[in-house]
């Protein structure tokens, strides 16, 4: 099994940022991939960002130019560092990895509140 643990969200003001973190322990192989998803209250899941093993970073529109994912493969670690937020980013925040030669684990969660 594989634990998530996210940590750094928390209140900002608008045009502020946040830096999130998520550490995977527990019977790690081959991360292949690590995201960040984020749901809104009313509103589905969405992927905000991911990184592969190989370093392969894509984002969602809505982020691109504001958010930077990435990972420290020596501690299991993915990183999304938050600039330039917008109320709109205010969601709860998940982390989630894929491995080789498979498993899918998710996070907690983490509270975003982007407000003044």
């Known amino acids: 099994q594989v634990q998530l643990v996210e940590s750094g969200g928390g209140l900002v003001q608008p045009g502020g940022s946040l830096r999130l973190s998520c550490a995977a322990s527990?019977?790690?192989?081959?991360?292949?991939?690590m995201r960040w998803y984020r749901q809104a209250p009313g509103k589905q899941r969405e992927l905000v960002a991911g990184?592969?093993?190989?370093?392969?970073?894509t984002y969602a529109d809505s982020v691109k130019g504001r958010f930077t994912i990435s990972r420290d493969g020596a501690k299991n670690t993915v990183y999304l560092q938050m600039n330039s937020l917008k109320p709109e980013d205010t969601a709860v925040y998940y982390c989630?990895?894929?491995?080789?030669?498979?498993?899918?684990?998710w996070g907690q969660g983490t509270q975003v509140t982007v407000s003044s």
């Open positions: 990184i592969t093993v190989g370093n392969r970073t």
């Open positions: 989630y990895s894929a491995h080789i030669p498979g498993g899918a684990y």
């Open positions: 527990g019977s790690i192989r081959t991360i292949y991939t």
